[in-house]
Every structure is written in structure tokens, then in C-alpha cells.
């Protein structure tokens, strides 16, 4: 019987020629990643461990995104912590605020995670890098700590589902966060509980970086312990200009073992919409109905791309913003800030009506840039609408693609963007 992708991986981490699911493993992570929330409470754990120095100061890496550019006294300590354990132990991958970037924007960008890697990160949405074959999953402070100290983590391997995503194209205005938002709309947010999420298909290996980033983003929404996409040469394009050390390719075996197996035709997917308060609540815009909205969020982790600007910039271009909407725009990192710049793309979002940020998590977990107050509706191209995520527990959240998210900003109520062509 061969193996899964994620089955491989971790066996390769553990040193081992195969593992089998529900097996307890100790595997060796590449790397060990923090943001100004979680971080600070892993450092204090780690200092109780009592080991002189973290394992290795190049797999170490420190992001202060959350709460930056610092909204009070509180995140700004918080990221003083960080600021002060990087310079201590010499890491290489400590990036402050104007070099920084949405963690999970960033990383990919950066070379820092690769092909192959075993990627463990206080953040759940961490499941993001298996858009590039390889096993990432979100941990506790505790297990940073751990990994920190000692370059290695305990994991229970998960068994896999494989979702094959048929059709060779995308209906107009369809994308990556449409594809999984109708999984998990399927499967619901419990149903692949700490289970691997492998994405296959024609529709998936003509999906572009940034649509694979989306995907593996959310696997986390269904319960998944990893999302993963098998690497193509997309991948290979993506990665070959920015890896800084070398990598390795896994793929499924044929006769791989999968816990099941779900086919979805993408012509049958529209764009997709997640009504308040759970990611699966979704809908296709045809059967939206009338929702006025108070604001529109595009950016995040899930959709602060350069993809996820220039299909907002499309809808945007040459409209204004509904006077009774605020439209917020993320962009992921710098460099994906200053090549929006460099296409006008700025210029289109503050002539419709909108405001530009620097990049920061900002309102997607209620942190600032965007609170909701009591009774207002936000939809965004962030990943989650639980209650108060946006703010006030009696506001609303949700959950659409960019091309959707800026319809709606500039009709004043969820609409498709083939309504403002």
C-alpha cells in the first residue's frame, strides 16, 4: 500500500520509511513560526525550558501582525517581546513593521517555506503553506515553545481526504476561495476533523499560486489538520526564484490509502458566499437575496494577494463606493503593496472611495482597521465570520471572494460582479 503526500513528508521528518495514520510520531520541523498573539506566550514557555539558545536561528521566524502598527499599550509590549527575543538569540527571520507582512503572505514570498517542508506555526490558518506540498499545520504556544527548543514536535498523523476538483475551467468570477468555500459548505466545519485536505484535479493544477494559497488557508474551516496541493511546475515557477536552501518534491502514490474521496464538476460552482456565523453557511450569490452591508474588507491572508487586488481593482475601476459603505483594502506584504502601486491599482481603490492600509491582520480577527459596531454587517474575503470575530457580538460577518467583496462595496448589498459590468 503506498503512501499520501502528508504521509510521506511526515515519515521523511520522523525518519522513517512509512507511517500510517493514527500513528504518534516526534518529527524534525523546518520551520518554527510566531506572530505578535501567540509568540509571546511561547517565549515565556520556552524560557521555562531553560535551553540557552532556540535551535536554529534560521528556522525561527518572528511577525508582528496582528496588532501592528501597535493599536494601544498592550500589542505594543506584545511586540516588544518579540523584537527583544530576536535580537537576543540573532534571528534571521525577524521582520518589523514596514518590512513585515501578513505572516501568511509573507513566508511563501520570502523563500522560508519550501516544497517538502514541515511547517508548525502558533496561528491556525498556518495550514496555508501546503499550498506548496508541504505539511504545515497550526500548534499551540506550548508546542512552539517546544520546537523552538528543540527542532522537533510530536504529531498524530492524520488520515487524508482527497478532493478532486474536475473541469479544466473556472466559470467567470470563480476562484480559489469559491472552491473551498463550496468544500466546506459540503463537508461542514467538523468534516474533515484532523484529517489531511489533499486538492487535486484539472481545475486545481490550472489554478494559479495565489487561488492554491487560498484554498490551503481555509482548510483549517473544515477542521482539517493540513491543507496540501501536490507541487506542479507552478509550484516549481512560484519557488524557484525565492527558495533559500534546497527542497524536495512528494507526491501521492497511485494506490495511496484516502479515508474517502469527494468529487466536485467546477462547473456547477458559483461564486460563493458564507452567511454569518460559520464558515459552511454557504450559499451561491444566485441565492443570496438582498443583504445590505455596512463594510466591505478585501485583503487578509486568505486574499491579500496580488491576484486578489487586481480583481478587486477590475470591479472597482471607474465606480465609486456605496455612500453608506467604508471599503478597507489589506494588502498582504510590502512588496505586494508596492507592486499594486506600481500598477495604479491604489489609485483606482482611493478614487472609488476606499482606504488603503499597510499591511496587518487588522480587522479580520477584530484586532483594529475596521471594527464592527452593534448591528452592522461586513462582507469580507477573510476566512472566518464567528461571532464578534469583526467586533461587536451582534455584528455580521461575511464571506465572499474579492471580485464579490467589491460588488458589494459599491452597490451597498452582497451583489455578483456582473451586476456593476
Known sequence: MGMTITEKILAAHAGKDRVEPGELINARVDVVLGNDITAPVAIKEFEKIGVPDVFDKE????????????????????AKMLREFAKKHSLTNYFEVGRMGI????????????PGDVVIGADSH??????????STGVGSTDMAAGMAAGEVWFKVPESIKFVFNGEKLPEWVGGKDLILYAIGDIGVDGALYEAMEFTGPAIRNLSMDGRFTMANMAIEAGGKNGIIAPDQTTVDYVESRAKRPYKIYNSDDDAKYERVIEYDVADIEPQVAFPHLPENTKPISEVGTVEIDQAVIGSCTNGRMEDLRLAAKVLQGHEVHPDVRLVIFPGTQTIYKQAMKEGLFEIFVDAGAAVSTPTCGPCLGGHMGILAKGER???????????RMGHPESEVYLSNPAVAAA????????GPEEVE
Open 408 to 415: 458589494s462595496a459599491i452597490l451597498g448589498r452582497i451583489a
Open 59 to 78: 528556522k525561527v521566524v518572528l511577525i508582528p501582525d496582528h496588532f501592528t502598527p501597535n493599536k494601544d499599550i498592550k500589542s505594543a509590549e506584545q
Open 103 to 114: 505572516e501568511h503572505c509573507l513566508l511563501p514570498e520570502q523563500g522560508i517555506v519550501l
Open 126 to 135: 498556518t495550514c496555508t503553506y501546503g499550498a506548496l506540498g508541504a505539511f
Open 378 to 388: 461586513a462582507i469580507a474575503t477573510t476566512n472566518r465570520n464567528f461571532v464578534g
